[in-house]
């Protein structure tokens, strides 16, 4: 399974952006996604998942009611919107396969992509 994500960027506190993960496999729409994100100098940690349905959703407390995390099987996307970003939001997102909050739940990582927000 390959995993792409993209979308970061620069941008300032309060802009909006939407990260964006490309999957490889036709059978991603088996698949549950997550998106987590390492900090410089932090550990990675857990944004939002979302099962293969899309049904259901999990969402750190961090994350919720800013971001919400969404997908497109026909498309094998997931995405992140972010909104009301903060600076404390600065950090290398990356999106994966599997379900939970913790990152040894998940087995395939893409790349990552680079959210830098300027206060």
């Known amino acids: 399974v390959q995993l792409q994500a993209s979308g970061g960027g620069l941008v300032q506190a309060g802009d909006s952006l939407r990260l964006s993960c490309a999957a490889s496999?036709?059978?991603?729409?088996?698949?549950?996604m997550g998106w987590f994100r390492q900090a410089p100098g932090k550990e990675r940690r857990f944004v939002a998942a979302?099962?293969?349905?899309?049904?259901?959703?999990l969402y750190a407390d961090s994350a919720k009611g800013r971001f919400t995390i969404s997908r497109d099987n026909a498309k094998n996307m997931v995405y992140l919107q972010m909104t009301s970003l903060k600076p404390e939001d600065t950090a290398v997102y990356y999106c994966?396969?599997?379900?939970?909050?913790?990152?040894?739940?998940?087995?395939?990582w893409g790349q990552g992509t680079l959210v830098t927000v300027s206060s």
């Open positions: 496999e036709r059978t991603f729409s088996s698949y549950n």
């Open positions: 979302i099962t293969w349905s899309g049904s259901n959703t």
């Open positions: 994966a396969r599997g379900w939970g909050t913790r990152d040894t739940s998940y087995d395939y």
